[in-house]
């Protein structure tokens, strides 16, 4: 089952930043951040990943604690069509599944 | 490059009826994972296979629920004498050889009505 906890929900507003926090402290070393989100009725959509370093591309910037235990991921720039549901999956590569929790749902305001 | 193809979009059957979802693979992808996710829920995994092989049905439920992938063609998945329950959206994915469980690209879904 999911090995991370996030808020159930959270409110941005829109040109602002958005970060949503992620706790993992029983992740192992081998293990990646995974990052995904869902728009209503779609299906998910990889948004980024890291294993230790902070990780930066054209949607999104993830900081990883230095200990692992705890993740931040960032938009930097929210729009509207950034309302969602966001996931933080801890996976450790190779053939196992991404395992889903109940995630982050993201309100970006006007 | 097309992403991942499902269809049909919405399916509704009656109760007792077969449900067929079918998923097509980005191009150039071997591995496939159906994910189940009920009104108000989060994702399930059920099934993960490459070609002509189940690698992973953990999450497959016991009975009228089967899955495939054949070595030409899109994945199938089947569910057999639909109920209520079976009311959902289906999410296909798919990576490429090398990549197994990490990097997905998810269809639209298949939103199954049972009525």
Same mark, same amino acid.
Do not use: A, E, W
């Given at each position: 089952d999911a090995k991370t906890t996030q808020p159930p929900s959270m409110d941005c507003a829109e040109g602002r930043a958005a970060n949503l926090p992620c706790n993992h &402290?029983?992740? &192992?070393?081998?293990e990646y951040v995974y990052w995904y989100r869902q728009i209503h009725s779609q299906g998910p959509q990889y948004i980024i990943h890291g294993l230790k370093n902070n990780e930066t591309n054209e949607m999104a910037s993830l900081i990883i604690t230095e200990d692992r235990k705890s993740s931040t991921l960032i938009l930097p720039h929210a729009t509207l069509r950034d309302t969602a549901v966001y996931y933080c999956i801890v996976f450790p590569g190779g053939s196992e599944k991404l395992v889903f929790g109940k995630g982050t749902k993201l309100t970006v305001n006007p | 490059n097309a992403g991942v193809m499902q269809n049909p979009r919405h399916l509704v059957r009656r109760r007792g009826q077969e449900a067929r979802l079918r998923c097509s693979p980005m191009k150039g992808h071997s591995h496939v994972y159906w994910y189940r996710q009920l009104p108000e829920e989060g994702l399930k995994f059920m099934v993960y296979l490459q070609k002509e092989n189940i690698i992973d049905e953990s999450g497959m439920p016991k009975e009228r629920f089967s899955a495939e992938f054949p070595k030409e063609g899109p994945s199938i998945l089947r569910i057999q004498q639909v109920v209520r329950g079976d009311s959902a959206a289906y999410f296909c994915a798919s990576s490429p050889p090398g990549e197994s469980g990490e990097k997905l690209f998810f269809g639209s879904g298949t939103q199954l009505s049972v009525l």
């Open positions: &402290s029983t992740i &192992s070393g081998n | -």
